[in-house]
């Protein structure tokens, strides 16, 4: 998939899931992507999804079929919670070619680079126990306000939550990385 140069992303969900996208976004440009809006026609298109309603479900198939009528020879990566959650589910939605969970989202760059047209769906997942990496992210020029992410994932086991499940155990970044952050949006 040596041939692709425009991404676009769309996201479902919470401020961190906003958050992630935009450094989805930043690695994907560095790597010599031009960043593209979702409705545009791109050659990748990343969808970051979320779990917590079965809407957001549907929504992430509805997205999938729009992007097969939009530009059909254009690839289509899932990530987030849904995709960590049923990642067969969605490997089996026509039209996806990338499942991405949890532990390789930030991976995306050299996982989209193995992407072959026409290839059955690839699924880069693993069991949730698995997370233990802390990944920074924050929004930056995609909304009025920035997120940034501070913890990740949670220790507690809610009977409606999906959380724990999805993100893995509680896992956050250094006070001393979250002020350099900080101080950085701010500039």
Known sequence: MAEARTVA??????????SETSSLSRLMQEAGFEKKAFDAEA????INTCSVTENADKECRYLVRQIQRKSPQSFVVITGCYAQ?????????P??????GAREKFNIVEHIG???KGDPTKICSCDIDQVQEFHAGYSENDRTRAFLKVQDGCD????FCTIPMARGKSRSDSIAHVLETVRGLAA
């Open 9 to 18: 992303f769309h996201t479902l969900g919470c401020k961190l899931n906003f």
């Open 43 to 46: 050659d990748v298109y990343v």
């Open 85 to 93: 959650l049923k990642p067969q589910e969605i490997a089996d939605i």
């Open 95 to 100: 039209g996806v070619d990338l499942v991405i």
């Open 114 to 116: 193995q992407l072959l």
């Open 156 to 159: 507690y086991t809610c009977s």
